[in-house]
Each structure stands twice: as structure tokens, then as C-alpha cells.
T-cell receptor
């Protein structure tokens, strides 16, 4: 699975959009981009995933660049409860069923 | 909602004890995983299972074994607990490689 690079930490004002970047320059054609988050002392929570088109659900939007070498997770109106570590993961949907979690981005939403 | 339930949130065991961590999922998922999470190291895969009675080693299987006698239950066994197995243990399940659902985690301390 391709490796990802994320900034270690970010701050965001409450009510503003949080834009979390992820670089995955070695991504393969059959690899999807997944985002998870982990709130302190809880298990990771699935947020969204995509292949090459932008995706949106009730939690977030995922923007993937045309060359697929990077992506951005957008939380449109961040709340204090969105404070968490966010993980960007790329993996194929076939083959070994494993997720490689890096160290993620610690997002702090500030009142 | 898919639920993945881990039997204990906190556990304290003595060195040399045999430890069982239980995980149950209620959505008939085929794939189940055990991870451990340590500060600065992210999540590391211990074992996974893609079917009843099937198991595959992950990245750090040493000192652990698993059991999958029923589809809904995946047990992690520490044959002889050691202090370096003090960690947060996370169980997850998934179907068809979509979003993984994690349990709340078991924080194990070996003294």
C-alpha cells in the first residue's frame, strides 16, 4: 500500500471549514483514499473514501487531485467534537485486507 | 449501525498470565482484525481473519495468537503476557473492503 504524508498538527476555529491535506504521490491506479479519525481514547472512526472523483457524505467532503497524488479532507463547519487525530490511508480494495495507519494529523478545533 | 464490541475497556494482568481479549461484531462481516496502538507508532496489525477458522499473521504476531470459531467473534490471546505488551488493543471488522468499524479498544496493562 502507498505511503501517505500528513502534517502532524493543525488548528481550526470553531464554525470554520477544516481542510486537512494528505500527500500520496506513490498511489497506484487501483488504490483508494480512505480517511478515518480517532477521538481520544476511542477506536478509529471511518469518515469517507474515494478513488478519483470527489466524494461527499454527511460528515465530510473528499477532494482528490486529478493526478491522484494528493487529497484534502474538508469538514465544512468544524465543531469542538471534531477535535481528533485524522488518518489518511491509501489501499487497494483487493488483496490483503489491512489498513496501514501512519501518525495522522492532530486537529484541534478552537472555540 | 454496525457494532464492534470489545469485552473490556481496561484490563490489568500480571506478567506470565494468559490473557484473552474478546471481540464481537453484529453485522455478519467476514473480515476481522486485531491491532495494537502505541504512542508514536500508530496502529500496527497483529492478526486478521477473513473467514471462520481462518487467520493470517499481521506485522507483529509474535507473542500473540487468535481464534475465530464463529463468524461474529474474534479472540486475541496473549500466551504469556509481558510488560512490552502493555498497549491499547483495537478490534475491527469490515465487509467487501469498505469502511472498517472499530471497537472502543481495550487498554491492557501488564505489571
Amino acid at each position: 500500500d502507498a505511503k501517505t504524508t500528513q502534517p502532524p498538527s493543525m488548528d481550526c476555529a470553531e464554525g470554520r471549514a477544516a481542510n486537512l491535506p494528505c500527500n500520496h504521490s506513490t498511489i497506484s491506479g487501483n488504490e483508494y483514499v480512505y480517511w478515518y479519525r480517532q477521538i481520544h481514547s476511542q477506536g478509529p472512526q471511518y469518515i469517507i473514501h474515494g478513488l478519483k472523483n470527489n466524494e461527499t457524505n454527511e460528515m465530510a467532503s473528499l477532494i482528490i487531485t486529478e493526478d491522484r497524488k494528493s487529497s484534502t479532507l474538508i469538514l465544512p463547519h468544524a465543531t469542538l467534537r471534531d477535535t481528533a487525530v485524522y488518518y489518511c490511508i491509501v489501499r487497494a480494495q483487493t488483496g490483503a485486507n489491512n489498513l496501514f495507519f501512519g501518525t495522522g494529523t492532530r486537529l484541534t478545533v478552537i472555540p | 449501525d454496525v457494532k464492534v464490541t470489545q469485552s473490556s475497556r481496561y484490563l490489568v494482568k500480571r506478567t506470565g498470565e494468559k490473557v484473552f481479549l474478546e471481540c464481537v461484531q453484529d453485522m455478519d462481516h467476514e473480515n476481522m482484525f486485531w491491532y495494537r496502538q502505541d504512542p508514536g507508532l500508530g496502529l500496527r496489525l497483529i492478526y486478521f481473519s477473513y473467514d471462520v477458522k481462518m487467520k493470517e499473521k499481521g506485522d507483529i504476531p509474535e507473542g500473540y495468537s487468535v481464534s475465530r470459531e464463529k463468524k461474529e467473534r474474534f479472540s486475541l490471546i496473549l500466551e504469556s503476557a509481558s510488560t512490552n505488551q502493555t498497549s491499547m488493543y483495537l478490534c475491527a471488522s469490515t465487509e467487501a473492503n469498505y469502511g472498517y468499524t472499530f471497537g472502543s479498544g481495550t487498554r491492557l496493562t501488564v505489571v
